[in-house]
């Protein structure tokens, strides 16, 4: 199983600050890699896919870089709203995995 | 717009079972996959396995491989999840999630809104 692994666990910023997120993965999945945001009692939400693209009604502020085992979720600067949880997941290979996420909280 | 509506909450006894249910609207039913991901408490989200809502072919992860059956129902638009077997480590929100497509290898563009299983 492909096993992702998200840095740092905990990102700790203000609203307008830019944001960069990791996600390294222990084998190549190409390009098939996604980020979710997840908000406290709500379920994940999708954001990019395939690791550069925003998904419909996307801020233009959210975007995604990488390919092969190493990927960026980069938020240009943060609104209030951004501040969650953030997944990644691969789609290369069966079983479908996420990584272990980063939180993203106001300073 | 496409949604998907889960059923409700669920106690359940170790060593039971449960079906959770999924009612799709807004979008042609069987031409998407749906998933099921479930989720502990504070934990990462965990795919449990996938459904063609076309042809209805099935797919999960080993970890689930001898519990779970995926199942739907195409003239209800409903896709079903039963994991059997229940454990205290069953305990999670159990999402179900329309895929991009209908195949077994891809994201999740839609997700239901939870349903809370607690086993006890």
């Known amino acids: 199983e492909i096993v992702l692994t998200q840095s740092p666990a905990t990102l700790s910023l203000s609203p307008g600050e830019g944001a960069t997120l990791s996600c390294r993965a222990s084998?190549?999945?190409?390009?098939?890699l996604a980020w979710y945001q997840q908000k406290p009692g709500q379920a994940p939400r999708l954001l990019i896919y395939?690791?550069?693209n925003r998904a419909t009604g996307v801020p233009a502020r959210f975007s995604g870089g990488g390919s092969g085992t190493a990927f960026t979720l980069t938020i240009s600067s943060l609104e209030p709203e951004d501040f969650a949880v953030y997944y990644c997941?691969?789609?290369?290979?069966?079983?479908?995995?996420f990584g272990g996420g980063t939180k993203v909280e106001i300073k | 717009q496409a949604q998907v509506v889960q059923s409700g909450a669920e106690v359940k006894k170790p060593g039971a079972s449960v079906k959770v249910s999924c009612k799709a609207s807004?979008?042609?039913?069987?031409?998407?996959?749906m998933h099921w991901v479930r989720q502990a408490p504070g934990q990462r989200p965990e795919w449990m396995g996938w459904i063609n809502a076309g042809n209805g072919d099935t797919k999960s992860s080993p970890k689930f491989q001898d519990r779970v059956t995926i199942t739907r129902d195409t003239s209800a638009s409903t896709a079903y999840m039963e994991l059997g077997s229940l454990t205290s480590e069953d305990t999670a929100v159990y999402y179900c999630?329309?895929?991009?497509?209908?195949?077994?290898?891809?994201?999740?563009?839609?997700w239901g809104q939870g349903t809370l299983v607690t086993v006890s």
């Open positions: 084998q190549s999945v190409s390009n098939f």
């Open positions: 807004g979008y042609a039913f069987t031409k998407y996959g």
């Open positions: 395939d690791a550069v």
């Open positions: 997941h691969q789609r290369s290979d069966w079983p479908l995995t």
């Open positions: 999630a329309r895929g991009h497509s209908p195949f077994l290898r891809d994201y999740f563009t839609h």
